[in-house]
């Protein structure tokens, strides 16, 4: 059998680890865009390998011991509440609070929420204690994201076993971790998956093959993982409701090619799909939100630091990508974007100035002010296989040596201790900058 495990509300359930006087209140964890990238100030980071949404690369120190004033975070200058929810409590979901729903708006939605700022490098640590143990019960795992995992308890567990175990198991990560966790088991991944979000909160269930038909029947489309946008209009506009309805429809699904048979084959919970406990990356990203700024050269300063950290991320996880995303929104909605192919051995300068070029060329409104900046990097590839560009490969071979060169000092002493011209800021927005 095949079991997948989410933790339940993770991000609050780590809070009231530290402050149990949480517990059964309705709580949101906040995060804001951290502009403190941007300051003068020396940090120390670290590189998370767990993904998800909100699950940075860069794991800053500054993060530990994090303030639990929620206005030093989310009240700026001009008084204005800005950050938005990336976990709540189970208790502040009848007030409509939602992931992603604003703080000003979720304050107003429920006036006794308790506000906490994101302190992600303490759930990754968690997340990863988590995953050590879990190493030492399950012979197969893949950790999908920060709070979901895969195990495959083939010749392992009896499935005639599988409940017994799995409830053992959530007893034992609740009595060591204090962390409430929900497990479902199938024969199917995504059937697994599927179980677990049917059994939320600190639930177990076990789908047998023969009961799935049954078990699907009135679940809406959209709560299937990999249902996309795509395929749920598709559905929708065919009068199809439910899962179990897609079990009838299964000429249609192969119609709508490859992904379709894929997709109808995870409902049915024949795709036979592994438990893969390597799971290769397929990107590597990384943006700030902040307040509108009009100047260009502290746009560019910005865009610069975040192509350093994006470099040493890359380079600290052993990959070469060979295409670049770029994307800049203004502060009247309008956003500017750019992908881009280029058969090169990865180092710092060659991503510095590809970002420097690539931005001047993306910024189509230089009298309009920018409130977002984005930076991604995918399609890797084994630098020790590929043929690169040969007008390019001498050069770029001696920047990646001194890229490794450059990386030991930055794993000694932090990121910032080398730096590109120009990366101080202006007086002006110092202050703006300097983290709470």
């Not at 509440?81 to 990336?86: F, N």
């Not at 966790?181 to 024969?187: E, F, M, N, R, V």
């Not at 789908?207 to 249902?227: A, N, Q």
């Not at 000694?412 to 983290?435: L, T």
Request: charged residues 25%; proline residues 5%.
């Amino acid at each position: 059998m095949i079991i997948h495990l989410d933790l339940d509300c993770f991000f609050v359930s780590a809070e009231i680890t530290v402050d149990p006087a949480l517990n059964g209140k309705p709580v949101a964890v906040v995060n804001k865009g951290d502009i403190a990238i941007f300051s003068n100030e020396p940090k120390k980071v670290h590189i998370s390998t767990d993904g998800g949404a909100f699950a940075p690369n860069l794991l800053y120190d500054k993060f530990n011991g994090v303030s639990r004033d929620w206005k030093k975070h989310f009240v700026d200058t001009d008084g204005k509440i800005r950050g938005i929810v990336v976990a709540k409590s189970y208790e502040a979901k009848p007030y409509g609070i939602k992931t992603g729903t604003p703080l000003g708006e979720a304050m107003a939605l429920c006036p006794t929420l308790i506000v906490i700022p994101q302190n992600y490098h303490f759930y990754h640590l968690l997340s990863h204690e988590l995953r050590l143990f879990l190493e030492t019960k399950i012979p197969v795992l893949e950790q999908y994201s920060i709070d979901e995992f895969f195990g495959d308890l083939s010749g392992w567990i009896k499935d005639e076993d599988t409940h017994e175990f799995i409830k053992g198991l959530q007893a034992e990560i609740m009595e060591r971790f204090k962390l409430p966790i929900t497990i479902g088991a199938a024969k199917s991944k995504w059937i697994a998956k599927l179980a677990t979000g049917e059994s939320k909160p600190f639930g177990t269930r076990v789908v047998w093959p023969s009961d799935i038909r049954t078990f699907l029947e009135k679940i809406p489309v959209d709560e299937f993982p990999g249902v996309g946008r795509s395929f749920s209009k598709k559905l929708k506009d065919r009068g199809i409701k439910t899962l179990g309805e897609c079990l009838e429809c299964k000429r249609m699904f192969y119609y709508w090619g490859t992904g379709g048979k894929q997709l109808f084959h995870r409902i049915e919970g024949t795709d036979g799909e592994p438990v893969n406990p390597y799971r290769e990356r397929r990107s590597i990203g990384i943006s700030r939100n902040f307040q509108p700024v009009k100047d260009r050269e502290e746009i560019m300063r910005r865009a610069m630091i975040l192509a350093r950290h994006l470099a040493y991320t890359i380079a600290k996880l052993g990959v070469n990508p060979t295409t670049y995303f770029f994307k800049l929104r203004y502060d009247f909605g309008e956003s500017s974007k750019l992908s881009t192919t280029h058969n090169r051995l990865f180092n710092e300068r060659f991503m510095l100035n590809l970002t420097r070029e690539t931005i001047k060329r993306l910024d189509t409104y230089q009298n309009a002010k920018i409130v977002y900046l984005a930076i991604s990097a995918s399609n890797f590839t084994n630098a020790k296989l590929k043929t690169f560009d040969l007008l390019e490969s001498e050069q770029d071979k001696k920047m990646a040596s001194l890229l490794k060169s450059e990386m030991k000092l930055r794993d000694k002493y932090g990121i910032d201790v080398v730096r590109i011209a120009g990366e101080m800021a202006h007086p002006s927005v110092k202050n703006a900058q300097k983290p709470s």
